[in-house]
């Protein structure tokens, strides 16, 4: 069964550090590679979606890049504002049409 | 403009009192899904339906229930509530397959007393 882990769980940074936010899963066997967007006590926004043959999305100041062979993908934040905290999830779907979800990294950026 | 919507926002009930949880979306989209999220954990998907075919996870209990009767809505049932129960419902769709981006509801935060 597929595991889909971020380290940390929580982080804070200081207003205009760029930071990076990490995922791996256990399985390489993956279609595609979202990472979202979750506001306290609301639901997910998609931030970038990375399909398997790609190893990169930018939107804004958003990056998301993907190793498949390593099972990893990153999520980099440039110029970092107190507006980008929130949980930040990624999630991967698979062979057998499934959706994996990792628990999140706790995002707080300090004015 | 609101594209998946979910009501009530807030729901309480009592313990072994069944619930329905409604979903409605505008994007015209195939697929429909219900996740479960407990405080701090990932979602977790419970079932999704690709246009009227039913599909059901492996481990989501029979207490819970689902029904599409138009592309637009889709409801969960909750048969019975337990405490163990009690979690966000995320509500979630995609145009064709879980290999596309999924836009979600705000979700309904389900209390059980």
């Known amino acids: 069964k597929q595991e889909v882990t971020q380290i940390p769980a929580a982080l804070s940074v200081p207003e205009g550090e760029n930071l990076v936010l990490n995922c791996s899963f256990t399985d390489s066997a993956i279609y595609n590679l979202q990472w979202f967007r979750q506001d306290p006590g609301k639901g997910l926004t998609s931030l970038l979606l990375i399909q398997s043959s790609q190893r990169e999305q930018t939107s804004g100041r958003l990056n998301a890049s993907l190793d498949k062979s390593s099972g990893r993908s990153t999520l980099y934040i440039a110029a970092s504002q107190p507006g980008d905290s929130a949980t930040y999830l990624c999630?991967?779907?698979?062979?057998?049409?499934?959706?994996?979800f990792g628990t999140g990294t706790s995002l707080t950026v300090i004015p | 403009d609101a594209m998946v919507i979910q009501n009530p926002r807030y729901q309480v009930t009592q313990f072994g009192k069944p619930v329905t949880l409604s979903c409605s979306q505008t994007?015209?989209?195939?697929?429909m899904y219900w996740y479960q999220q407990k405080s701090s954990q990932a979602p977790k998907l419970l079932f999704h339906y690709y246009d009227k075919d039913f599909n059901n996870e492996a481990d989501t209990p029979d207490n819970f229930q689902s029904r599409r009767p138009n592309t637009s809505f889709c409801f969960l049932d909750i048969r019975s509530p337990g405490l163990g129960d009690a979690a966000m419902y995320l509500c979630?769709?995609?145009?064709?397959?879980?290999?596309?981006?999924?836009?979600f509801g705000p979700g309904t935060r389900l209390l059980v007393l």
């Open positions: 999630a991967v779907s698979g062979t057998g049409n499934q959706f994996y």
């Open positions: 979630a769709t995609s145009r064709e397959q879980l290999r596309e981006t999924q836009y």
């Open positions: 994007l015209n989209h195939n697929v």
